[in-house]
């Protein structure tokens, strides 16, 4: 019993264990452009799978993930620019700021049912990016505001590491939550709410409670896009922004742990050969999107999953 | 003074448009507990569709309105079929659908009608003397007179219609509706046409005041969304009395605060709404 308890261990570090070693090479033999494509996968992934905790595992869909991003970037931003704090404490900040909105837009919106938190958090959206539009004293609009970097000497590489760590982390913090036994709860929310909140599960507070710590992980994966970037603009909060990191999700595989990682670096490496022929991948992702919530809801990875089960089992 | 009472006529004219476009969204939420994320793009097309009509095929202003209305309608009912259908009793994909769908549709509206404002012709010209105040002008008092007598019309249509008890009986309880012989398809079917219907009602009428563009679409939406939670859901009632109080708060807001904010006076609304009477104005209250 104990063996076989610890081969399952091992079969379950080994197999994420090979996917880190295989990212830690990249930055050996890419050139500067696919690294950059690489990091900008690595924050997609970040965003996508936080926003498949809320939305695949307690069926919530915000509309507010790519909001608490930039929310988190223009926090982080403004405080290193107008205050000269550090990039490493503006993002905690950022974060705690995130964490903060979430937990009030949670609160509000969760127990009315996922309708109204929906639209709470599509206005939300919307609000904030009139806002940052409109500051531009402070914010500099949609022109852009130039904050700091995290090292004294600019580095692609260092970048890809440290965006490479914080992903690792955040996905394995994930991966506990939906593997713990809140994340138990979560499944028996999302699949029956009334015998969930029968059985003495207090349905509202965890459901607040994923909503808040997404919110986080959104904040703190949009303060490292900042600080990489170097440049924050209303882009980052957009509803365009919400609508690739909602299609990596939904073409992935929502619901799923590899779902998210999956669509992520597939949509984010496609978008790239696609811009040579000018600005349609919006579009493209959007129909692949609706075909792929008609037909095959649970994504590319339920369908190798399915795949994989008819022909090996 | 007669700058106050022509902000207030503005906010009642834009307010009735508001309550068209609203009562959409309302019908479909109320009937198919789906919240349309695309209502803003068909408003937005239906505003595009009346200016081509008129202006690039010289169809007569008057014609092309009611036309752009029914090309809605029909779009409604190919999405309702191909899109919409398969999501019964799934909030989650349906919610995911229509966003998706917001977005397609407005990626597509800029590929085909291009990012500029478009205004089709207006039916009149001139203004009025408004009981010797102030001045107002000619178009904005048809458009509001046309949205009133849509108002009628839809009031008519599901308080006093065969139609109008099937959508009432399906709304109130599903099952039962179905037993004593409404077919549901068909019902969802029509009400979803309908309710973007409104949509395009209300962007034809609004077009020749305010020219629609395809990056307004997201501000329609949240405007029919604020709407329907301060009126409360499925409230028709509440549809008009939220749409004309949004329409005048954010018009005098826009004239007296700042015109940047224009929106946001919606959303505090919307906040304070949830806060203190989340079942709205006249919505019933079920916790």
Known sequence: MRDSMSRMDIKKISLPLIFIIIALFPPFFLSQYWLHVMIISLFYVMMASSWNLIAGFTGQVSFAHAAFSGVGAYISGMFTVYLGISPWLGILIGIGVAALLGLGLGYLCIRMGGIYLSLTTLGFSEILRIIITNEDKWTRGTMGLQIPGFFAEYSKTHYYYLFLVITVGLLSIIYRIIHSEMGLTFRAVLNDE???????????????????ISSAMAGLAGGLYGHYLMLITPDIPSLGQMFLVLAMAVIGGMGSFAGPIVGSFVLEILSEYIRVYGEYHVLLFGLIALAMARFAPEGVVGILREKWRREWA | MSEFLMYLTNGIVIGVINAISAIGVSLIVGIMKVVNFAHGELYIFAGYFSYHLSVSLGVPPLL???????????????????????TYGDEMYSLIITFVLSIVLQNAALLIFGPYPNKPPNLVSGATNIFGLFHYGNQRLLSFLISIGILLFIFYLIKRTWFGKAIRAVSQDRGMSSLVGVDHFRINMLSFGLGVALAGAAGVIIAPIFPVTPTGSTAVSLTAFVVVVLGGMGSLKGCVVGGLMLGIIENLGAAYVSTMYRHIFGFVILILILVFRPWGLYGQKTQ
């Open chain 1, 194 to 212: 009334l015998a969930a909140s029968s059985s003495g599960i207090n349905t509202i507070r965890v459901r607040i409670l994923a909503f808040t």
């Open chain 2, 64 to 86: 092309a309105m009611p036309l752009s209305i029914f090309f809605i309608f029909l779009i409604g009912i190919g999405m309702e079929r191909t899109l919409i259908r398969p």
